[in-house]
Structures are given as C-alpha cells and as structure tokens.
C-alpha cells in the first residue's frame, strides 16, 4: 500500500506546472487528480466560474459550497464526496460517487501539495500579464511609429524630389541644407523601422513569402543602393559570386533585409578598408559571408553581439549610432527562413559575418513546373500591358480592384510613401489612388508631386464603370 500510495503522490506532484499556460497547467492537474483519487470529476474554479475541468457531471454549482473557507475541505454528501481545496487564486473541486474509499491518505496529499500549486499558478498568471503587457507595449510601437512615419515619409519624399532641382531653383546652400534633411529623414525612417521589425517578430506577426530569387540579381542591387556610402567614406567593395548558384526559393526581401543590416553595420564601422560580400553553394544552402577589416569585436563582447537593443560596448552607440537591433533583426528572420548567422571577429582586426540559407531546391522545382503550364498565354497578354501603380491604402477596398485591372494592366501595389523612392514613377501610366480611404496628408503629399499621374476612384461608380474610364484616359 505504501508503494501504491508513493506512485500515486508522485504523479500529482509531477502533474503541477508543466506549463505556463494556465488552462492547460489545471487541465493536466485535474486530470490526474481525478484519475489518481477515483473521483469522476474535477473543477478549477476562480471566483466561482469555472476556469478548466476533467470528467463528467451531471450538476456542479461551486456556488453551493461557499462557507467552507479552509484549505482542505472535506465534505460527505449522500450521494457523492466532495474535496475543495482552496488555493490563494482560485480553488479546486474534486467529486467522488465512490463512497467507501477511504480519503484520508488524499487529503493529507493534496495538503502537501498547496504550496507548489500556488507558485505554478502565479507563474502562470505572471506569463500572462508579460503576454498582455507586451502586447500592449507592440500595440504602442505599432501606433506611435505610424503616427511618425506618415508625416516623416512626407518629408522624405518632397524632400527627395526638391533635391534634384529640376527646375534649378535652389542654390548650392539650400540644395545642402535639403540633402541634410533627407538624410537625417531617411535615418529616422531606419529607426523606426527596426523597431517596428523587432515588434513584429516578437509578437508572431511576421510570415514568409516564398517566392523564385535571384540571388546575384538581388545582391547587385542591394550593392548599388550603397555605393555612394561607400564612395564616401573611401571603401573599397569587393563582390564574389558563385556562379553554379542560380534560383532559389525562399523570401527575396528578407533575404535583402539581412545583407542590408549587416553591409551597413560593416559600412558603420570601417574607415578607409574593405568590405568583401562573397556567396558560396554549399549543396542544398547558399553561403553569404560579409567581412571587413573594421575596428573588430572583442571576443568576450561575441556572445551578446545578437542580443536586442546591444551593440559592442555602451560607447559604440554614442560613436557609431544606431538602434543595436539590425544583427538581432537578422538572427530572428533567418530562424524563419530556416538558416543561420555566427561571427567571427578579432579586435582592430575585422569581422566576418556568415549567414546560411536552404536553397529549398525541391520546392523551386514544383514552382518551375507549374511556370511551364501557365507562361506562355500569359507572355503574350503582358506584352500589350501598361504599367500602373496602385496606393493600397485600404486591402479590402482595393482587392476588387486589383483583380480586374490585372486584367488589363501590370499592376504594382504600394501602401507606404517611402515605397515611392525605389520606384521610377515615369514607368507608370497612373497612380491610382482612393481618397476616402487614404491618409490626408499622404493624399497631399501625392497631388503636389504627381498630380497629372493620380487617378482617384469614384466610390459612387461601379469598379467596371472605374476601369472603363481608366482605360480611356491611358490606352
């Protein structure tokens, strides 16, 4: 008996928090209290609502049982037993129509075991206020960025367009002084981002766009859009390729995120140096490493260099700028992309960053196979397209819409203004823009730059009635 009885009180003791779920904890508790003390049901219960539960019942009301306050309360019914154990947040109900089992060894168990279900619970409920206040803190940082971003993409646009000075009405000063707040506005912009990016990828809300990439098309790009940084500070770039790689499958912008965050911390810290961007094929992974003869990364700072919000040391930030999230950026989406990030780095030496990424080489081959059976009709249709640009400022508004002006139009879509500077807006016949739905001062932002291109919808006008007209003004 002693045995049975040991067995019997290590499987509730086990039974207790096994996880920080609090629903799924109590299930797991209640479920082995119930088999264990030939009970045929049992309630978790917080003030008197009925949280979780195991077994069946016909009739439960933890109301009934409200004046017995102890921690261990054993009540005798003429048809059932009934055990409440009384726990700082919340109480246990256990019932019994077994009448001749003798419950004293119970008790005297569920006794002992108060205090371990306290803690398990509190642990528990303080996952959860964590949860609801991080959700909270990701609920803010989504707010207050797009209350930045609106007006700041506003500058950064006007301003990029006044620094061309294509009517010649700026002089050399003020053509500087714009320069300085499009940069400055573009840094922000940067910032900003890297905290929306780390928000979303704490949160969950971040997914994967599998898509065919070429890679060495993807990587020239990125290598244009730094080469005036580079110039600047007198780098010298060097660029190797693998040329057995060809097409991959996986997420094309966030492979382009990761190479960003980390040319720019190379460009970040070297003066005057190099900075080599190689790619590899390794079997069924593509090797990127980014390395640069910089000021280097102790070796007891290497362990923390992925951790959010840090840089080398607390002078880096003040020297160098910058949020500390790009490498932590990084790691988070290539766990999503199923790849890998390590470093090496010596002090007033340099640093190599290496990054892995699967090929995904079955998956491209069902992708191309399908391209073959649905190419050839749709080659000879997009020759005779126009290009549009479409402002998605609200996706269930617009869906309609994009799907029949696909047909008759190659469409580009954009929800953001900086979108605008990576795009040549000449290679568009309009922009179609919803005025009831879109930001005022984007909508102003648009009309003062590219007010021969808008074309506004008319909500009181059916979409067929809309394209007719759109394709009277372009074709």
């Not at 005779?384 to 269930?396: E, G, R």
Request: hydrophobic residues 35%; charged residues 30%.
């Amino acid at each position: 008996m002693l045995v049975q009885n040991l067995a019997i009180a290590f499987k509730c003791y086990s039974a207790i928090g096994n996880s920080f779920d609090l629903k799924k904890m109590m299930y797991e508790v209640l479920k082995v209290f119930v088999s264990e003390s030939y009970c045929t049901y049992g309630s978790y219960c917080i003030k008197n609502k009925e949280f979780s539960y195991f077994g069946k019942i016909d009739k439960f009301c933890a109301e009934d049982y409200d004046e017995y306050k102890k921690e261990i309360n054993f009540i005798e019914e003429e048809e059932k037993v009934v055990i409440i154990i009384r726990l700082e947040y919340g109480s246990i109900f256990l019932i019994s129509k077994n009448l001749e089992t003798d419950y004293g060894f119970f008790i005297s168990m569920f006794e002992s075991l108060i205090k371990k279900l306290n803690i398990s619970i509190d642990s528990c409920m303080n996952v959860q206020k964590l949860k609801e206040l991080n959700q909270a803190k990701d609920d803010f940082l989504a707010n207050i960025s797009h209350e930045l971003k609106t007006p700041l993409n506003s500058i950064n646009l006007i301003s990029s367009v006044m620094k061309k000075n294509k009517d010649n009405s700026l002089n050399e000063r003020n053509l500087k002084n714009i320069e300085i707040i499009n940069s400055s506005g573009n840094y922000l912009l940067n910032l900003i981002n890297d905290i929306l990016d780390i928000s979303r990828l704490e949160s969950g809300r971040t997914t994967v766009h599998y898509e065919k990439v070429n890679l060495k098309e993807s990587l020239e790009e990125i290598q244009n859009i730094f080469l005036p940084q580079l110039e600047e500070k007198g780098i010298d770039f060097i660029f190797n390729f693998d040329e057995n790689i060809k097409e991959i499958y996986s997420d094309n912008n966030k492979i382009k995120q990761i190479v960003k965050n980390l040319l720019s911390n190379a460009i970040k810290f070297v003066n005057k140096g190099y900075i080599k961007l190689s790619v590899k094929d390794e079997d069924s992974n593509i090797m990127i490493s980014v390395e640069d003869n910089g000021v280097g990364i102790a070796q007891e700072k290497l362990e923390h260099i992925f951790d959010r919000f840090k840089q080398a040391d607390s002078t880096t930030t003040r020297k160098y700028g910058g949020t500390g999230l790009g490498l932590s950026i990084s790691k988070e989406l290539l766990k999503l992309l199923n790849g890998s990030i390590f470093v090496k780095s010596k002090e007033n030496i340099g640093s190599t960053f290496y990054v892995t990424i699967p090929k995904n080489l079955n998956e491209l081959k069902h992708l191309d196979e399908l391209d073959v059976m649905r190419n050839y009709k749709k080659e000879e249709v997009q020759e005779s397209k126009k290009d549009i640009l479409v402002f998605n400022s609200n996706a269930i508004t617009f869906f309609s819409y994009v799907m029949h002006l696909n047909k008759f139009f190659n469409v580009k879509q954009i929800n953001q203004l900086d979108q605008l500077n990576d795009i040549d807006i000449e290679n568009f016949e309009k922009i179609i823009v919803d005025k009831s739905s879109i930001d005022h001062t984007i909508f102003n932002t648009l009309n003062d730059n590219f007010n021969k291109k808008l074309f506004l919808i008319d909500r009181d006008k059916s979409i067929t009635e809309t394209i007719n007209e759109l394709k009277k003004d372009i074709l």
